[in-house]
T-cell receptor, first 110, second 114 residues
Framework: RKEVEQDPGPFNVPEGATVAFNCTYS??????FFWYRQDCRKEPKLLMS???SGNEDGRFTAQLNRASQYISLLIRDSKLSDSATYLC???????????FGKGTRLSVIA | DGGITQSPKYLFRKEGQNVTLSCEQN?????MYWYRQDPGQGLRLIYY???????QKGDIAEGYSVSREKKESFPLTVTSAQKNPTAFYLC?????????????FGAGTRLSVL
């Protein structure tokens, strides 16, 4: 089983739609969880950290389920500018480097 | 401006040649990392360093070497032993004391083989 698994997509959605991405991780020692966004041919940028209680930042909501070892990202009212690849990221516990999923590609269509 | 600077943006390597990718940060971050990304693939960890004069192998260290002589700098050498070096190379840094070790990335170097 891969350390971090994501549906590669692509997800093609119309503007204004709500879209959800899920991600599973295999290492129960993982303590830090993030969603990064990567635009085509650019570096990844932090979108949001994911906390056990769930957290929201504008149109974006992230949830963590430790028992089932999955993380989700919900995007409401999709904009054309949301088109990108979304990377699910976890660590291996402690001060270890982050492990990146292969990403889920989102295309928001006018 | 604070940030992570990678150079060059594009690099071409001839057969049998070693090339060095530069990564400099002025964020006063303790840890630095090198990742490789192939088309349609995720990031794979090559090497990382959490303190000056010390570094650890990542998942795909063969054919690469690094040094960490200064906190600000973490150059990566792609040696001739790396038979398939064409990829997008990303350098990152993180403040280890920060919650969750958030990593911040440079703009990357695209390496191609001539």
């Amino acid at each position: 089983r891969k350390e971090v698994e994501q549906d590669p997509g692509p997800f093609n959605v119309p503007e204004g739609a709500t879209v959800a991405f899920n991600c599973t991780y295999s290492n129960s020692a993982s303590q830090s969880f993030f969603w990064y966004r990567q635009d085509c041919r650019k570096e990844p940028k932090l979108l949001m950290s994911v906390y056990s209680s769930g957290n929201e930042d504008g149109r974006f909501t992230a949830q963590l389920n430790r028992a089932s070892q999955y993380i989700s990202l919900l995007i409401r009212d999709s904009k054309l500018s949301d088109s990108a690849t979304y990377l699910c990221v976890v660590n291996r516990g402690g001060n270890t480097p982050l492990v990146f999923g292969k990403g889920t590609r989102l295309s928001v269509i006018a | 401006d604070g940030g992570i600077t990678q150079s060059p943006k594009y690099l071409f390597r001839k057969e049998g040649q070693n090339v060095t990718l530069s990564c400099e940060q002025n964020l006063n971050h303790d840890a630095m990392y090198w990742y490789r990304q192939d088309p349609g693939q995720g990031l794979r960890l090559i090497y990382y360093s959490q303190i000056v004069n010390d570094f650890q192998k990542g998942d795909i260290a063969e054919g690469y070497s690094v040094s960490r002589e200064k906190k600000e700098s973490f150059p990566l050498t792609v040696t001739s032993a790396q038979k398939n070096p064409t990829a997008f190379y990303l350098c990152a840094s993180s403040p280890l004391r920060d919650r969750g070790n958030i990593q911040y990335f440079g703009a990357g170097t695209r390496l191609s083989v001539l």
